[in-house]
């Protein structure tokens, strides 16, 4: 069993930036792909961003949303992931999810309607205009 818990969650006003953090127990980190989503209110969840499993190389995907001003990453040693998020707007606004799956790809977990193994209790981003 793995037990996720984001952070960093808070107000910000456009163009401002936060980091997420998703806090992983229970098992091996680096054997988990992993990645972010969010869910605004009134609406579906929706993929943000993965990053695969530690291997010979990292692959990351993106939302067309976020491309170009978030960033996920990895720390195996810290057993903890990321999400650098820069040039906030209000339509960012939303509960942060962080899942992972140690079978799931980092390519299939971009569809969010795909069973992750393992999701956080998430942690809310409001974005001031």
């Known amino acids: 069993q793995v037990q996720l818990v984001e952070s960093g969650g808070g107000l910000v006003q456009a163009g401002g930036s ?3 953090s998703c806090a992983a127990s229970g098992r091996t980190f680096s054997n988990l792909a992993m990645g972010w ?7 579906e969840r929706e993929f943000v961003a993965t990053i695969s499993r530690s291997g ?4 990351t995907y993106y939302a067309r949303s976020v491309k170009g001003r978030f960033t996920i990453s990895r720390d195996n040693a810290k057993n903890t992931g990321y999400l650098q998020m820069n040039s906030l707007k209000p339509e960012d606004t939303a509960v942060y999810y962080c899942a992972a799956d140690p079978r ?26």
């Open 37 to 43: 989503f969010r869910q605004a209110p009134g609406k």
């Open 104 to 129: 799931l790809t980092a390519q299939a977990m971009t569809s969010p309607s795909v069973g992750m193994d393992y999701w956080g209790k998430g942690t809310l981003v409001t974005v001031s205009s």
């Open 18 to 20: 936060l980091r997420l």
């Open 56 to 59: 010979s190389a990292i692959i």
